[in-house]
């Protein structure tokens, strides 16, 4: 298995372009998440989902869409990049009725 | 409000001497601690999940307790491939959201 994957590592946008980070994962997991990591702060839970076409927000979800069309993918898309949205993204995928969350290796995204 | 506060925020340690690092909450309704494992350039790797106060959890040179206000993370002899990022987080009964720590940095040196 290969977990949760995410592309691209690395990413470097200008003020307005808009992007899609990809995550994906094989182990049949029902639940997804996306976070954000900065310095000093925890991951902070952007928007997450419970199942094939069901998303809903999380702490931080402005500037943020998701969709959930399966059960592998679940990809993140920032319409509008601002300065703001600098960070690591994290994603996360569980089991239901499980706590134990399995992190991708993440995207670092540096927004100019 | 559901808050995870973590202590130090980093942590230097000679080969060998132990610690703890201590992990302070406050939800609604608990149901579940937990603690990570991050090194640089990468993702959280799950370490421990504790439910109740008075647990106790342990793998290799780690073992976590939990009390109704805090955990702590016991790090014995540590070794520098001890060396990381420990995260701890907590999620209520009050939805699926885990609040996460800023995480105490830990550096060994041989």
């Known amino acids: 298995n290969a977990g949760v994957t995410q592309t691209p590592k690395f990413q470097v946008l200008k003020t307005g372009q808009s992007m899609t980070l990809q995550c994906a994962q094989d182990m049949n997991h029902e639940y997804m998440s996306w976070y954000r990591q900065d310095p000093g702060m925890g991951l902070r839970l952007i928007h997450y989902?419970?199942?094939?076409?069901?998303?809903d927000q999380g702490e931080v979800p402005n500037g943020y869409n998701v969709s959930r069309s399966t059960t592998e993918d679940f990809p993140l898309r920032l319409l509008s990049a601002a300065p703001s949205q600098t960070s690591v993204y994290f994603c996360?995928?569980?089991?239901?009725?499980?706590?134990?969350?399995?992190f991708g290796p993440g995207t670092r995204l540096l927004v100019l | 409000e559901d808050q995870v506060t973590q202590s130090p925020e980093a942590l230097r340690l000679q080969e060998g001497e132990s610690s703890s690092l201590n992990c302070s909450y406050t939800v609604s309704g608990l149901r579940g601690l937990f603690w990570y494992r991050q090194d640089p350039g990468k993702g959280p790797e799950f370490l421990f999940t504790l439910y109740s106060a008075g647990e106790e959890k342990e793998k290799e040179r780690l073992k976590a307790t939990l009390t109704k206000k805090e955990s702590f993370l016991h790090i014995t002899a540590p070794k520098p491939e001890d060396s990381a990022t420990y995260l701890c987080?907590?999620?209520?009964?009050?939805?699926?959201?885990?609040?996460f720590g800023a995480g105490t940095r830990l550096f060994v040196k041989a």
């Open positions: 996360a995928s569980t089991r239901a009725r499980e706590e134990t969350q399995y």
């Open positions: 989902s419970v199942g094939a076409g069901i998303t």
């Open positions: 987080a907590v999620s209520g009964t009050g939805g699926f959201k885990t609040i």
